[in-house]
């Protein structure tokens, strides 16, 4: 499989990244090549054998339900481009 | 022409956990903006999230509510979208391998007679992290981004399309609300966000395929959501009718206008590239782990039910209303343990207690609750007399202290006064009925004397005038005699 230059715009656009014509190109050629190597690992069969969601075997460790955690907004909020109110400002959204 | 309606739920139940799923930020509802977002919940880069066990012991409990099966390994996955209440770009989500597979909910829909049962099969539900919020008004153009909320724990619960009607999807949608408060895992708090619907809807001609459907967002309330999925379908059906095809969209209700508006619609439909979160390893739930959530699991409310039916004779419809909530049903026990008196009691609960504590009649002057916010809590409001006051109360009407008119009086008495003996109110308010025989044969002997004219009547025949009779031996006992007893004795003595 090789993606064209529109799939390249699109996953741009999902990703919310700004490329030139000249950058979807090299783009475009460069994911080719990385969907060149996957094509070699899919060559490999695999047949009975468990698809695993981690590339290490181990499972989950939990934590226990206790807060554990200090308001830090002050410090957070020193960082903060815009904020107000206790609430960081970001340019409008409306749906 | 028929048309068939199909409608499928998604509904987000926040978990009654202390922490948020992935970081050990409070949940508390009400905090000042941003106080409650911790590093990892706003996302700073190289913070790790840690799955919260509580919220695990959440979902096995929904599992084994609702016959499902539950994954003895399940895999957290990367929801990606771009929104600035989602600061790392994507939600922690499960996707191909959810914590909760099928299972059930038994539902009924109506009442009395014509109530019909159905079983609504759920797909899946998975545990996730809520977004943060967004404010959008009062900051000159730009909008507030309140991050306490990012980070709770969300299960999200997934029907099959098995509804047919707006009916069956509220029905559906409270027994789900009754069911997480039950075993403890949400507290259903509707006007706080922890228990939200959407709804898939969508029309056809029946036994054709399916239609296209369109999702409403964010139905806050039951009665939203019968108003949004009745305005919906009639939508549907007219744009049909008129030969416009459906596209598939999201939807949001306007309760002021009473209809549903787009959102979005599919040409920007969300991609959402799913892949296993690389920061969180499987989750492993044993055996021993479901064993033992489910040794602590409480009896559940159809198991509940069909004991109440046994045991105290009581109807289907009783047996429900009683198991509408854990405390209700806990109530209704301790009570019929203390007075042996099942039937009283349930009709007592029933009729008062809920009235009292739905209709929010604490005193007269007080105005009842708005519906929409009686039927986002129900079971909120408390009950103001313990159980083993009302075993009491019905005692006394039991061993004919008192008359049933009297212990309604009692009982308002006591669900508003302050907290009081049962008898000693009985006894303040002059309640006690008279029940010395002697005593009540006296006063309609007074009476038959006093009115001569109406016994005559009634020897002539006269049904009316026997009323009138026993209007006024009550009257002469301040309605504190047994109203049988006096006109029991008003025959007998009118027959000799």
Partial sequence: MSLTLEDVTRIALLSRIDLSAAEREATRDQLNGILGFIEQLQAVDTTGIEPMAHAVDVVQRLRPDVVTETDRRADFQAVAPETEAGLYLVPRVVE | MNWEVVIGLETHAQLQTKSKIFSGSSIAFGAEPNVQASAVDIALPGVLPVLNHE????????????????????????????????PKGYQISQFEIPVVSGGGLAITVGSGDAATEKFVHLTRAHLEEDAGKSLHEDFHGRTGIDLNRAGTPLLEIVTEPDMRSSAEAVAYAKALHALVQWIGICDGNMQEGSFRCDANVSVRRPGGPLGTRREIKNLNSFRFMQQAIDFEVQWQINEITEGRAIRQATVLFDPDSGETRSMRSKEDAHDYRYFPDPDLLPLEITPDWIAQVKSELPELPQAMQARFQAAYGLSAYDAATLTASRDMAKYFEAATQACKQPKLVANWVINEVRRFMYEGARDEQEEPLPSEVRDGIPGRDVIRIPAEKLAELITRITDATISNAGAKKAFIELWTGPEQKVDEVIERMGLKQITDTGAIEALVDDVLAANQKSVEEYRAGKEKAFNALVGQAMKATKGKANPQQVTDLLKKKLGA
């Fill in chain 2, 55 to 86: 919220a695990v012991v959440c979902a096995i409990k929904f599992g084994l509510a609702v016959g499902a099966q539950i994954a003895p390994r399940s895999i957290f996955a990367r929801k990606n979208y771009f929104y600035p209440d989602l």
